[in-house]
T-cell receptor, first 112, second 116 residues
């Protein structure tokens, strides 16, 4: 079972780039890495997913080194509305089924 | 037009009561889930249904019974509510069966259950 470790919290000023790193030392060969964002009183929302190297979309970039034991979510020029909890998810499988446990995530606070 | 909608958003009830939470998705997905988020913010899967078939049933008390009348709906009925059941319950859906590590989950906005 792959376990993820991320910082509990981070603070940033508006306009800065924020990088959140997640370690997943026991990631399996076929596992993807997925990041979700959760605002207060809402369900998690898919942000980005990758398998190796770099993935970029309109919201974020995801950097994955060659050994895939970690990944870094990069949020460019954050705004106050990016204040949320960010979850790194690697498959924690039980008999081949869906990832079960999200972990505590990283609480990002963006300050004006 | 909400993709995954669940009702009610808030549910306050007494210990021992029976309550239901409803969930509907209009994404055409085959799989639906119930997750529980406790006070420590851990999100744990409770159940998963694929095309009305139960495929994941985690260690959840028998007082919790999911029902899927069709693949667009997954309801959660809870009997004899206990204080420890207080949490936020999220419904989610995904396109595929589940188990593929590139699965993407779409969540509802949650039901905050408070048992007094």
């Amino acid at each position: 079972l792959a376990k993820t470790t991320q910082p509990i919290s981070m603070d940033s000023y508006e306009g800065q780039e924020v990088n959140i790193t997640c370690s997943h030392n026991n990631i399996a060969t076929n596992d993807y890495i997925t990041w979700y964002q959760q605002f207060p009183s809402q369900g998690p929302r898919f942000i980005i997913q990758g398998y190796k190297t770099k993935v970029t979309n309109e919201v974020a970039s995801l950097f994955i080194p060659a050994d895939r034991k970690s990944s870094t979510l990069s949020l460019p020029r954050v705004s106050l509305s990016d204040t949320a909890v960010y979850y790194c998810l690697v498959a924690v499988r039980n008999s081949g089924n869906t990832p079960l446990v999200f972990g505590k995530g990283t609480r990002l606070s963006v300050i004006a | 037009d909400t993709a995954v909608s669940q009702t009610p958003k808030y549910l306050v009830t007494q210990m021992g009561n029976d309550k239901s939470i409803k969930c509907e998705q209009n994404l055409g997905h085959d799989t639906m889930y119930w997750y529980k988020q406790d006070s420590k913010k851990f999100l744990k899967i409770m159940f998963s249904y694929n095309n009305k078939e139960l495929i994941i049933n985690e260690t959840v008390p028998n007082r919790f019974s999911p029902k899927s009348p069709d693949k667009a709906h997954l309801n959660l009925h809870i009997n004899s509510l206990e204080l420890g059941d207080s949490a936020v319950y999220f419904c989610a859906s995904s396109q595929n069966r589940g188990g593929a590590t590139n699965e993407k989950l779409f969540f509802g906005s949650g039901t905050q259950l408070s048992v007094l």
